[in-house]
């Protein structure tokens, strides 16, 4: 596994590049790894996206300075991602998410960690299906301007762990959507709106308060080691 230590403000990190088995095909995956990782975020990208998101890696190197491992992985092949109906199955999204939490399970480096999921946009849904499916591995969920609805109401009710939905203010559709979504989940879900932000969360500011938003909810159910 090749590895590319780098040193910044805070934390020596090291990035390894990895193919992750899921039924017969590879899945492309980009793996930060703090010394004495608190935690693991696995990342489900938007539609149309990939691990190379340039969002999702922003917000990623937030939360590897707050000490978190971060897995962001191509949920589609490159074959598979130039179908439109492809980036919308859920089922498939979800049962990929499914595979890469069941190879973290096999990984001594990883496998004593606590999980979230991080997900955007179509992405998101996948992660709530997968933490409906895997309620107790999963410490607690993220949504980035997510579609929550694509998970279907059924996996919503059945979302156990703790769960944030992040939604631009200008962004009125998709916050409905996460209005009704939150309402599913019940109790373990907080709806936060980011004030003046769209759906890509572009504008400036954005989506530093979405990272900082993100590691405050999963230092709060992943508090890491006390002294």
């Not at 917000?59 to 991602?81: W, Y």
């Amino acid at each position: 596994m090749p590895n590319r230590p780098h040193a910044d403000a805070a934390k020596a990190v090291s990035l390894h590049a990895l193919r992750i088995p899921s039924g017969t095909r590879e899945l492309e995956a980009d793996l930060s790894l703090p010394g004495e990782p608190r935690g693991l975020v696995v990342f489900a990208h938007g539609s149309g996206s990939s691990r190379r998101s340039v969002r999702n890696q922003s917000v990623a190197r937030t939360l590897n300075q707050r000490g978190f491992a971060t897995l962001l992985f191509d949920l589609l092949t490159p074959q598979e991602s130039r179908l439109p109906a492809a980036r919308f199955d859920i089922p498939l999204l979800a049962s990929r998410l499914d595979d890469v939490l069941d190879w973290v399970g096999w990984q001594p480096v990883l496998a004593t960690l606590p999980v979230a999921l991080f997900g955007a946009s179509t992405g998101a849904a996948a992660a709530l299906v997968a933490a409906a499916r895997n309620p107790g591995r999963i410490a607690a969920v993220v949504s980035r301007g997510g579609r929550p609805d694509l998970a279907g109401a059924q996996a919503l009710a059945g979302v156990r762990p703790p769960t944030l939905l992040v939604v631009g203010g200008d962004d009125p559709a998709v916050l409905e959507l996460n209005r009704q979504a939150a309402g599913l989940i019940g109790g373990n879900a907080r709806l936060v709106v980011v004030p003046g932000a769209t759906h890509l969360f572009e504008e400036p500011g954005a989506l530093e308060t979405v990272a900082s938003l993100a590691g405050d909810f999963l230092a709060r159910f992943i508090p890491g080691k006390t002294a």
